[in-house]
């Protein structure tokens, strides 16, 4: 691939499969069908295990004699799966391959979906959650880094992909909940199990990818130069506060925005509605966002306006009580165009299959741990003071230092330059 373009404002197109010296051959052992066959099937299937529990949460726990403090507890534990189980993403692709690890976590997804409603106890439902979420997790990190590795010229295409489905399958997950449940006391039993009968068409498919590509961890250079540390690199530390930041704001949203709203005098069902299309926006910012980093000019200054959005629509939720709520969450919803804007900078921003794997492997476990941390403070801080306003001018702090985060990541820089170190100083004499 050419360097970087010297104008700041210049964009960066997608990594060419020179990158590295296995990547045609690859691409090619893939195929254009399978590729696009295995991230779309993958794709759809890595959030309904979490989405599709909320909808059904007060059964869950009332079939297991729980309380508050238990779906509070399920209620988190998707983002901390995510971040805590996406960290050993990397070494164990490093052993497995990347096609190989996501296999053999979709076999243990399958099993976690298909027996956790089964449990008597709800110890063994939390753990067997934690095992349905294990794919999830490491396919959060390794996708990425799987596209960049196999998708050869279609780089762009397979993200614009990926991000929309991912965005489907969440949205499915919790819209297909209750009418999955339909009206039997333990209809909820068969709910949660539909998903882990659909978690074996990516094992059939991922199984046939595996037969083609063999352990496929992207190989170091020889000079093992890209082994440098990523805090070395700008990039790298401002994509990891700006995913940090966009993941607590949409997990705050998802969270604590129906409790804001319901406060300011909006009915539960509005509320909910408000939130719907929050999310719905975001299957839009997954078509468009992937093709604008590759093609657009100015690149920066439009991360940038999703954290301005960001800010702007809390601003008018806590200023403006009195404008339709749908307006605001259009505003939001933009805003939230930085999920996908995230997910597309890390294959974007990096050069090397190796070092978008572990560009990967920084940024997203960081961001769902914060993502878990952010609706905790925000609820603390709510009951400590009661002031919505209060609420609302933090998360629009973090708005405004979403926007600051995400330009920094967007300047055409790569992280592969950025993380090599300085050539040692040669003696004089």
Partial sequence: MSPPP????APV???EPAASPTAPARAAAVGGG??????LVLAVNLRPGATSVGPLMEQVVGAYGQGAAAAGLLAALPCLAFGVLGIAAVPI???LGLTGTVLASFVLVGIGLLLRPTVDSFALFLGLSVLALLGPALGNVLVPAWIKLHG???VVPLMTLYSVVLAVGGTAGAGLAVPLAGEGADGWRVSLQTWGML??????????VLRRTGHDFPPAPPEGALRGSLLRSRTAIALAIMFGLQATNAYTQFGMLPQILTSNGVSPGRAGLTVAVISAWGILGGLLMPGVIARAKGVPWIVGAFGALTAAGYLGLWLLPGVDPLVWACVLGIGGFAFPTAIALIPARSRSPLVTARLSGMVQPLGYILAAIGPLVAGALLDATGSVPVVLGLLTATGLCLGLAGFRAALPRMVDDEIVPPAPARAVG
């Fill in 152 to 154: 050869g010229r279609r």
């Fill in 13 to 15: 197109a997608a990594p």
């Fill in 34 to 39: 399978l590729a696009i066959l295995a991230v």
């Fill in 6 to 9: 010297s104008r700041p404002d």
């Fill in 93 to 95: 692709s490093r052993r």
């Fill in 199 to 208: 978690a074996a068409i990516p094992v059939v498919v991922w199984a046939l």
